[in-house]
């Protein structure tokens, strides 16, 4: 029944719980909601990630306990490609401008781009002896100083401050066989120039006999030149003037800054940044020391 205000109990909470329900519906739904909002974003980062970080760093060999990862191996790979269709646009120019048969060239060229794996497992087995002279090297304790590596890569860029590499080993003198007397008889020495005298004309002096008819007829000798000769002062001719070529630029450290950036700039856009690119100049020097160590005891032949 009614109470006094005129309202029913009842109906009153049965209004509330149906209220209650439709909020703790409307609640879950958005849970929902949110849920697989989060749970999209949570698979697109992922992806990202495993694009850009966890495949790149997935290893593609294992050398000992070192490990080359893809993303370093992929970035070789674009490099190498890169040369190699330089090296055919090159080819390409010397046969179309010169002449010059490359077909050989470039078809070689040509089938290393058509063969991706191929060219890969070459640029994998490349890293692969990198990194046993990197642990070799490791092995007998040899080492790059930065110092050296600085100026290793001036060296790759032309820059050298303290003067060009001079040799200091004196080459060993080789001793060629006497030849005998009898080989230079059929030896004939042909000049490849030959010297022209030019003889002016010399004035020649004539002697005439003129007659005269006084009282005793005799034969006076009168000196009549026939030529006079002028000494004239031979005048130098006048040569082309020598053209004045332009000074060349010193190579100055802000130059070679400038050329190593832009180089570096241009790896970075296959993958290798500039760490990457002083860890290759790295490695050769590393092989040069590690052959110059290991062939140390080996005789030099001629």
């Known amino acids: 029944m009614p109470n006094e205000s005129g309202n029913n109990p009842v109906l009153h909470k049965k209004h509330v719980a149906r209220l209650q329900r439709e909020q703790q519906q409307s609640r879950i739904i958005l849970y929902v909601f949110f849920g697989i909002i989060a749970g ?6 992922y992806g990202y990630l495993d694009i850009n ?28 490609r890169q040369q190699l269709l ?3 646009n090159t080819n390409m ?21 058509d063969t991706p794996d191929v060219l890969g497992q070459q640029i994998l087995d490349q890293m692969i002896n990198e990194e046993l002279i990197r642990q070799e090297a490791a092995k007998r304790g040899i080492t790059v100083s930065e110092e050296e590596l600085d100026e290793a890569v001036k060296a790759q860029f032309g820059f050298f401050p303290n003067g060009t590499y001079t040799p200091t080993v004196t080459p060993t ?13 059929i030896v004939t020495i042909t000049p490849t120039a030959a010297a022209t005298l030019e003889v002016e004309p010399t004035p020649t002096t004539v002697f005439t006999a003129e007659a005269t008819t006084t009282g005793t007829p005799e034969a006076t000798a009168t000196l009549v030149p026939t030529a006079t000769a002028t000494l ?4 130098p001719t006048t040569g082309p003037t020598a053209t004045i070529t332009p000074t060349a630029t010193p ?33 050769q020097l590393l092989q040069k020391k590690l052959s110059d160590e290991i062939t140390a005891d080996v005789a030099n032949t001629e």
């Open 93 to 113: 120019q010397y046969y179309q401008m010169f002449g010059i048969d490359t077909t050989q060239q470039l078809q070689q060229i040509q089938f290393y781009l």
């Open 173 to 185: 003198e080789v001793v060629m066989p006497a030849m005998p007397a009898e080989a230079y008889e």
């Open 251 to 283: 190579y100055t450290l802000e130059g070679f800054k400038e050329r190593y950036d832009n180089s570096i700039n241009d790896f970075t856009k296959y993958g290798i940044d500039e760490a990457a690119y002083r860890k290759l100049i790295e490695l």
């Open 232 to 235: 004239v002062p031979a005048t």
């Open 40 to 45: 999209v974003v949570l698979l697109l980062l």
């Open 86 to 88: 330089a090296s055919y």
């Open 53 to 80: 970080y966890f495949q790149a760093q997935r290893p593609v060999a294992k050398v000992g306990d070192v490990e080359i990862a893809s993303k370093d191996f992929e970035a070789r790979v674009r490099l190498q």
